[in-house]
Structure formats: C-alpha cells, structure tokens
C-alpha cells in the first residue's frame, strides 16, 4: 500500500511539474529593464542588436525542430511591422555558433525569443515559440518613437 501511495505522490508531482512548465512555453514575458554593461554590449552589438531600432533576437540551431516555426512566426511580424516609424530588426542567432552570447543571457533551452527596443535593452524573453500576437503585440509600442 505504501508503494502505491509513493506512486501516486510522484506521479501528480511529474504532472503538477509538466502542466507548470507546458504554461511557461511560447509566453511573452517582461524581464527587467536595467541597462545593459559592458561585455554584453558587445556581444549584442556583434551580432547587430543596436541602438536604432527595435530588435527581435532568436536563437536557433539547425537540429532544432521548432525553431523553423520560429522563423516563421517571427519574420511574419516583423513584416507586418515593416511599414512603421520605427521598423523592427529580425537577428537570428545560431548557438553553437554564438556560445558565449547565449551564456550571457542565460539561453538555457532553443527556441529562445528576445526582444530589444530601440535602446538595446531587454524588454521581454519567450522560450519555445512565440504566439504571432502575443509578439505583435509585445512588438508593437516599441516601433513607435518616444515623446520627447
């Protein structure tokens, strides 16, 4: 009896686990904007998230499956946006290329979203791949020019 309460235990533990983590994916999440120094700087600036425009940074890798969904998702918005004052950038990141950048920002699993605004700060980051309008709409106040 003891083995099957243990069973039971560890089985509703997995699943409160699975549905916790399945909730996370391909959400849009704020993190904090603190200004970025030094080495990440120049690690953002090397791959071509700079201080003009909005940008959209995805990790990615060729044996990653849902990364191509990614892609999909992410060039479909930066097009719709294409045509505002402040268009966004699409960078694509492979990691095995950009190691050191994705230690940086702590890119622990692929598919990885980030999304920079126009002052190269990071403004939100989506594991797994991302909503069309939850990007967009993520996306869409950082095309537009700040009032001075």
Avoid: Q
Avoid at 49 to 54: G, I, M, N, Y
Avoid at 55 to 74: I, M, Y
Wanted: charged letters at 25%; hydrophobic letters at 50%; proline letters at 5%.
């Amino acid at each position: 009896m003891i083995e099957l309460t243990i069973l039971a235990v560890v089985l509703l533990a997995g699943v409160a686990a699975g549905i916790a983590l399945r909730y996370r994916e391909g959400r849009v999440r704020t993190t904090e904007t603190a200004e970025i120094a030094g080495s990440r700087t120049e690690l953002l600036s090397a791959v071509g998230v700079t201080e003009a425009v909005p940008t959209v940074l995805h990790f990615s890798a060729e044996w990653c499956g849902p990364c191509a969904a990614v892609r999909r998702v992410v060039a479909g918005v930066v097009a719709d946006l294409a045509d505002t004052v402040r268009p966004p950038r699409d960078v694509e990141i492979d990691i095995d290329a950009e190691a050191e950048l994705a230690r940086e920002l702590n890119v622990l699993s692929l598919p990885t979203t980030f999304v920079f605004d126009a002052h190269g700060r990071e403004r939100f980051r989506i594991s797994g791949v991302p909503k069309a309008t939850d990007l967009r709409s993520a996306l869409a106040p950082l095309t537009v020019p700040e009032a001075a």
